[in-house]
């Protein structure tokens, strides 16, 4: 997969009333091409992609920074005015104590460079990591459409409940793709993503895509463009299909399970 594939950002060209997003992004695809449903898609891959930047910590930045992109894409289309810092646990991952981050950074510093030489010996489990990054996000994003289609984290609800339920949808997605229910949409994710292969060098995403999403997009040859596209559409069509509405469905209440369960505990 992969390498620097990204391609011309999808948001939307018909959006409800609120926030705009500035942005010297190409002209939106989103819309003419299944909306949300391609919107996240295309994130998600991506994501995926970002996996391949060869250099420790910059591959989950440029990651969180596509998927905080979405965010923001999903909250501007259900008519949010605040933006996807409001909401930050939803691409930054579980809120966690001061003392814990620096243990963590620290520990990150010598594990880290480990991690990445594996994973650049054995690139199957980078691909893995990638696939894997595709599926929740792609969970994600759903999820996100649904709690903000039914009203939930609306402008008025206070700061830290807003934060509070981010935080709660993550864990539910996180929590699902922990579990043996992810399956079915790992297994559409890798057989739509091996249309990013092609008989050439594996192209390797620059360090400078961890900047932004834009920076990562731009990064992008013609060719590379070429064969995201391919694999976005292929990976939604299949999304849509009669045949995975029954493991999409299954998969989204099984997220809505374990929000329930957040919610009232």
Known sequence: MYGALM??????????AGRRIATDAPPDIGEERGGVLHLTVYH?????????????????VAGDRV?????????????????AEAVAPLYEGPDRGVASKVGGFVKGLVMKPVKKALRTVLIVVTIRRALMTAARVV???????????????????????????AAQIDAAVRGVMASPERRGLLKL????????????????????????ADAAEASLTSNERRRLERA????????????????????????DARLYLNATS
């Open 139 to 165: 969970l994600l994003g759903r999820t996100i459409d649904r709690c903000l289609a039914r009203g939930e984290l609306a402008d008025d609800l206070p700061e830290a409940q807003r934060r509070e339920r």
């Open 67 to 83: 998927v905080r992109r979405l965010v923001d894409k999903l909250l501007e289309r259900n008519g949010r005015d605040y933006g």
């Open 7 to 16: 391609i011309d950002d999808p948001t939307d060209s018909e959006r409800p």
């Open 232 to 255: 976005a559409a292929e990976l939604e069509s299949r999304l849509q299909s009669e045949e995975q509405r029954g493991m999409l469905a299954s998969v989204d209440a099984a997220v």
């Open 189 to 212: 994710i890798r057989e739509s993503a091996s249309l990013l292969r092609e008989d050439e060098p594996t192209p390797r995403v620059p360090p400078t895509a961890a900047a932004d």
């Open 44 to 60: 998600a891959l991506l994501a995926a992609v970002c996996q391949f930047i060869p250099i420790p910590f910059l591959d989950d």
